[in-house]
């Protein structure tokens, strides 16, 4: 069954890296893929999906179904392909729709006579707002048993751990006076801030050694003979753990109460996004590594035992899930870069579309095949969640 899902695969490969190189030529951003999204939906309807074109909040997100007989697995397969402004498809984000598509029609046409489910998601702005976190909000991804995803990258993987992460803007509003004639009539919003971040550094020293704080001033505050009016600042907070997470928060939230209270001012403050951290699934992960090895997947490595963000975890940390990440640069290339975007339409990240759908292809089948191979993900799931 695997080297007839291989063969499935290949039979696509023309329209598959077509559709890779034509999103790759026409990079589009933060919600507004509306190209790529319509490439990627056309092509899963004429091959027999439903597709729902326009997810709650996301005009560009989509959901493609398929299904043979009743119960099984239901298999998630997940895509991005949202591009970096200023730079185009600099994390490879262009391979990942036409991998899954291939992954998915490979399945629907292998003539597998066990039940199971194909579910496709289109998944947009990961770069910016990620919207599989409101995705889940609004009830999206309840209906798989298991999330797969593909990435290109410097070399073929799996992940272990990401970074829970939360993103505000604080704006400290203070009042206006000449510093050096009307000092006492002004409450400097500068202050205020400074203040915030000097907080974040003492709370630096009191929280577990996985916890990263970043901030910076987002705006000018104005001339030096001036007391400063309004001061903007961005904080990020990240942990491997979504509950110690929480706690930081908090703490933070009072940091930025207490520097108001100081400073005599007043503030608005907003979460921009809050991503959770990717539980592992360390069955999953052998069973995706095996078939990577089984495939020749160019540059195997062992698992990334730890990441940065991303909304992938609001999915994986609450059901089995992993991404296989491809090789399709030299190792140790960084994303988000030149490089990324040099090798885009390279022979490589062609392999790489085609490889990675081999991988995915093939486990979903080992999933569907293997007796009691889903309860036994959700098992270390759970025994990972309570360890994170």
Known sequence: MKEKLYGLVLDQSQKLLEMADAIFDRPEYDGEEYFAAGLLEDYLEENGFQVERGLTDWPTAFRATWKQGEGGPRIGLLCEYDALRQLGHGCGHHMQGPCICGTAVALKNAGITKPFEVVVYGTPAEETRGA??????????RDIDVALMMHGGPDTCVDEKSLAMNSYQVIFHGQRAHAALAPEKGRSALDA?????QGVEFL???????TRMHYTIEETPGPANVVPVRAVGSFTLRSYSREVLNEVCQRFEQIIQGAALMADVTYDMSKDKQMDNK?????LNEIIMKNAEDCK???VTPPRK????TDFGNVTNRMPGSCIR???VPTGTSS??????DAGKSPEAHEAVLTGAKILAATAWDLIATEGIMEKLWQDFEAAKKNA
């Open 132 to 141: 599989k976190i409101t995705m889940w909000d609004n009830g999206y991804f």
């Open 193 to 197: 801030l400074l203040l915030a971040f």
């Open 204 to 210: 630096r020293e009191h929280v577990r050694e996985d």
């Open 279 to 283: 539980v592992p699934c360390l069955t």
């Open 297 to 299: 997947a160019p540059g």
């Open 306 to 309: 730890k990441t940065g963000s």
């Open 326 to 328: 491809v090789q399709f």
């Open 336 to 341: 988000h870069s030149q490089a990324y975007v």
